[in-house]
């Protein structure tokens, strides 16, 4: 079960009482105080861990507590602590609150810790509490209560590109090629129900490409699936869109209504540098396949390169910016369109080292 968003209430540990005693060991007369102190209640930490990949593991708990301290007790002796809360989170989690709506987290490296919850000081015991005109105090401080905080965790994944297109348009297809992800293939919409991610090795380095379910028209209004797993998108800087050669739909149309979705859901990410993929060219006869993407670039206001840098097939035609280098790219425009094939694994090689451009220009 995928789960990427979760309430939960989260209590830190209420302080232990502290203590009234009197020392009582035989031959020691008129024996002052020594009641002990209260231990401190636990605290609730964050924990990411790369192992975990979802939010399920909270869907049958969702009211966790960190351990009371213990009470003082005489001898000096004092409580012990309360046992710390370790939430665990994947990578991409935020913590918002949910009265205010504030991020009070964003939690995105693995293995860190961070305190979240402080947890209720000890009480005092009768010991400290001793003075000249006090030998004989009868009372202790009680512990702190505890720190209680309804927050609400929206996991967003971590990804270098992320694909966005109409369903059945290959996204999975292509991501199963290319990475270690195996989502499911099948011919017919909205195969993908939840978000996937792969990693793509170039050389010595690498990325991660974020698949989600299909984007139609509508979709900032609630059609479809696509647009609750927009947010799995939001933080990736590069997006490929995937517009398919061999659908019902025009090519203009659904580019449009994509960027369409895109800006409704979120001005920002719309702005993100992206590049464009023509898909399965392979359902048509190469000449087709050449005139759709021809009319394709005319309507972008675009000419094909002559000459492709990352190794494009010269059979179809190819729109490549000069330059990927931050000074030179024009992010209004595509960085690249080019028709591929995940089936006949036409252009899908040089498509990854081109992203692979795209990304380390992003992490620049």
């Known amino acids: 079960m995928f789960t990427d968003s979760v309430e939960l209430t989260l209590s830190s540990g209420k302080g232990g009482a502290g203590c009234v005693a009197f020392r009582r060991e035989k031959y020691v007369l008129q024996g002052g105080p020594n009641g002990g102190d209260g231990g401190k ?30 009470p003082g007790a005489g001898s000096n002796m004092a409580g012990k602590q309360g046992e710390k809360l370790v939430v665990v989170v994947p990578p991409g989690t935020q913590v918002v609150d949910v009265e205010t709506g504030e991020i009070l987290l964003d939690l995105l490296e693995d293995g860190k810790e961070v305190l979240f919850l402080t947890g209720g000081r000890g009480g005092l015991g009768n010991v400290h509490f001793k003075s000249s005109t006090n030998q004989k105090p009868m009372y202790a401080q009680p512990g702190e209560p505890e720190t209680v905080k309804i927050v609400k965790l929206d996991l967003k994944l971590i990804a270098d590109v992320g694909l966005v297109g109409f369903p059945n348009v290959g996204k999975s297809t292509l991501i199963s090629t290319v ?97 464009i993929a023509l898909t399965r060219l392979d359902a048509m006869s190469p000449e087709e396949a050449v005139e759709k993407t021809n009319q394709f670039l005319q309507m972008m206001g675009l000419n094909a390169t002559v000459k492709s840098r990352f190794g ?29 094939s995940s089936a006949i694994n036409m252009n899908i090689k040089p498509l990854t080292y081109a992203l692979y451009q795209m990304v380390v220009t992003e992490r620049k």
Do not use: C, W
Not at 312 to 339: C, H, M, T
């Open 179 to 275: 990475s270690n992800a195996r989502p499911e293939v099948a011919n017919y919409e909205f195969t993908t129900l939840t978000p996937k991610l792969g990693q793509i090795n170039i050389d010595y380095d690498s990325y991660i490409m974020a698949d989600i379910p299909g984007i139609i028209g509508g979709a900032s209004e609630g059609r479809g699936l696509g647009l609750k797993f927009l947010r799995h998108i939001e933080r990736t800087k590069t997006l490929l869109f995937m517009i398919d050669l061999a659908s019902y739909h025009e090519l203009e149309y659904q580019y449009e209504t994509l960027k369409k979705e895109l800006e409704a859901f979120s001005p920002l990410l719309a702005e993100r540098n992206y590049a």
């Open 312 to 340: 494009f097939s010269n059979e179809y035609p190819v729109y490549e910016q000069e330059s990927f280098d931050a000074g030179f790219y024009d992010k209004k425009l595509p960085a690249f369109i080019v028709p591929i």
């Open 41 to 70: 209640g636990g605290d609730v930490y964050f924990k990411v861990d790369n192992n975990t990949h979802t939010l399920a593991h909270f869907q049958g708990n969702k009211n966790l507590k960190a351990g009371k301290g213990q």
